[in-house]
């Protein structure tokens, strides 16, 4: 096992398949009543499927339809719909459930796997080429660690005092539409 080219092969995959993740992650972390916990969880959950589909896709040598992962775009769409109507009705005071809390941490997956063909095109084909128990192993923990810095990394960037001042008071209303807009992203972007 050349541990070098299969930690530059595993990190560029997941820089290059993830940068678009970083927008989502910012906003997912400004999102009113989602805690970072949840976030966190939520992300790494949702890396984990997608990991997990790319190596059963590439030893099953299956090509995912990519209309199919279009169509997981109304996942993102419906969410944002949903706290568009959730703003309108919610109290200031009102505290998160443990429903609330376990529902967001699946919106969160949801939205990490709805917005992972990109994962999963940068994935299955690394999962075919090493694809020794030694090979996937180590490309399986590089990818969840990975997830763990990029969302740390995110969530300190966006505490920083000057982005947080200014990003944070609008975020309650921005983030419905940014996930509305996510979804038909993800939904044209499988089409054309």
């Not at 790319?54 to 949903?82: D, H, Q, R």
């Not at 459930?97 to 084909?125: C, E, H, M, Q």
């Amino acid at each position: 096992m050349d541990i070098i080219a299969l930690l530059a092969a595993g990190i560029t995959a997941f820089i290059a398949s993830n940068i678009d993740d970083t927008f989502v992650l910012i906003m997912l972390f400004l999102t009113p009543g989602l805690l970072p916990r949840h976030v966190i969880t939520g992300q790494f959950l949702g890396i984990a499927l997608l990991v997990s589909i790319s190596s059963l896709a590439s030893l099953l040598v299956l090509a995912i339809p990519i209309f199919v992962l279009g169509l997981m775009g109304f996942i993102p769409i419906i969410i944002g719909i949903k706290r568009l109507i959730d703003l309108k009705q919610e109290s200031e005071s009102e505290e998160l459930d443990i429903k609330k809390r376990s529902t967001s941490i699946l919106s969160v997956v949801a939205i990490t796997v709805s917005n992972g063909g990109d994962d999963i095109g940068a994935f299955t084909p690394l999962f075919a080429k090493y694809n020794t128990m030694n090979e996937v192993s180590f490309m399986v923990i590089l990818f969840m660690v990975m997830t763990i810095i990029w969302c740390i990394v995110t969530y300190y960037f966006i505490r920083h005092p000057i982005i947080a001042s200014r990003v944070s008071p609008i975020s309650r209303i921005i983030s419905p539409f940014a996930l509305m807009g996510l979804g038909i992203y993800i939904i044209i972007d499988s089409f054309f």
